[in-house]
Structures are given as C-alpha cells and as structure tokens.
C-alpha cells in the first residue's frame, strides 16, 4: 500500500517569512496530492490540491510543487501570518482499481507538520 | 449548512460498552469514507463507501468494528465491546465519487473510552 513520509513535524518560522513543508510518497500509481489544515480540535480542511498532470499550482499565497520522478510533493506558504499556525498533512490518493473491485480511493496521510508563526 | 456532519461530537463511554456513530455526508455525493485520528497522527483510513456498497476495509477495522450505509446516504460506525485503545476522533468524509475527487471531512466524533 501506499506510504507517505512528511518533514519536519515541527516548523517555527518568523511572522512574514515564508514555509516549506515535505513530503514523499512510495506508490508511483498516486496521482492525487492535497494538503490539509488541522486546527486543534477542528476538521481537516483541504487548503490546496494538485493532480499528477500537473508540476505545480499556486493559490495566493499559498503552492503545491509535484515531482513524479522522484515521488516527493511540497507545500509552500509565503508571507506567513499568525492564523496560519496550525498542523498540515499531506496525503496521497492511489486511483481504484476497477479491475479487482477492491482498493481504496481513500487518502494515504503523512504524520503532519505542525507549523508555528513567531510574532 | 450542507458540509458533513457527524453525531455525537463527543462521547465518553465505560470500557465493554457499545457506541455508535452517524454520519450524513454533503447531499449526492457518492463516496463516504471513515477515518480514525489519534493525537498527533494524520488521520487513518478505516473503509469506505460507494453508494451503500461497503467497497474496502482496512485491517485495522478489527471484527468489533462495523459500518453501514443502508440506503447509500447517511452511514453509522458501531464499535462493541470498546476497549482504551479505540479512543480516538472518528472522522466521517465525503466525495463525489470519481477519480481523484476533493474529500471532505466533517468535525468528527471525539470517542474517550474510560
């Protein structure tokens, strides 16, 4: 099955500075990235998504990088603000596999980032 | 509000007993997933749902755990027999069901089991 490793767990950047966020995948049939926002005690909310016909989207202040070739996806946040401390997941999505009946078109987690904006 | 909603949000329940869990995903669409989240993990993938065929369940949905979609709309999660290890946030999601599609979660239901 598919496996997703994110790094760092934890990330302390100043107010204004910008974030980088990793992540790497094994299953090379994955062909869908978004990225999750964790407030504590709150629902993941999807901030971004990027699809595997695509090197890179950006929404504001906020991109997606994708390399197929070397399975590794990245979230960068520019301009950071205080509300942007919270914890980001990664996740992966291998497409079902309509043949077996079987395989989950679910999402494959990473561990999570928590992210922390210095005033 | 037409995201997913879940219910209870909270439940605290003596080890042995057993809970239940809905969850109403957003109107139409197809795929209803359940997740479990433990403090300081990414959510796991539990099993889903296309339409009211239960299509996948991950091995760590033991045999005291059961979910249904009986008319391929709302869906309950039942955990006999609860034991301290089952506590955890039960996260409920939703998609339309094509490949690839957005997931939404909803607040989850925060299970502490005593």
């Known amino acids: 099955g598919e496996n997703v490793e994110q790094h760092p767990s934890t990330l302390s950047v100043q107010e204004g500075d910008s974030a980088v966020i990793k992540c790497t995948y094994s299953?090379?049939?994955?062909?869908?990235f978004p990225w999750y926002k964790q407030e504590l005690g709150k629902r993941p909310q999807l901030i971004i998504d990027i699809r595997s016909n695509v090197g890179e989207k950006k929404d504001q202040r906020i991109a997606v990088t994708l390399n197929k070739t070397a399975k590794h996806f990245s979230l960068h946040i520019t301009e950071t603000q205080p509300e942007d401390s919270a914890v980001y997941f990664c996740a992966a999505s291998t497409p079902l596999d309509l043949y077996s009946g079987g395989g989950a078109d679910g999402l494959t987690f990473g561990k999570g980032t928590h992210l922390i904006i210095q005033p | 509000d037409t995201g997913v909603s879940q219910d209870p949000r909270h439940k605290i329940t003596k080890r042995g007993q057993n809970v239940t869990f809905r969850c109403d995903p957003i109107s139409e669409h197809n795929r209803l997933y359940w997740y479990r989240q433990t403090l300081g993990q990414g959510p796991e993938f539990l099993t889903y749902f296309q339409n009211e065929a239960q299509l996948e369940k991950s091995r760590l949905l033991s045999d005291r755990f059961s979910a249904e979609r009986p008319k391929g709309s709302f869906s309950t999660l039942e955990i006999q027999r609860t034991e301290q290890g089952d506590s955890a946030m039960y996260l409920c999601?939703?998609?339309?069901?094509?490949?690839?599609?957005?997931?939404?979660f909803g607040e989850g239901s925060w299970l502490t089991v005593v």
């Open positions: 999601a939703s998609s339309e069901g094509t490949e690839g599609n957005t997931i939404y």
């Open positions: 299953d090379s049939a994955s062909n869908y």
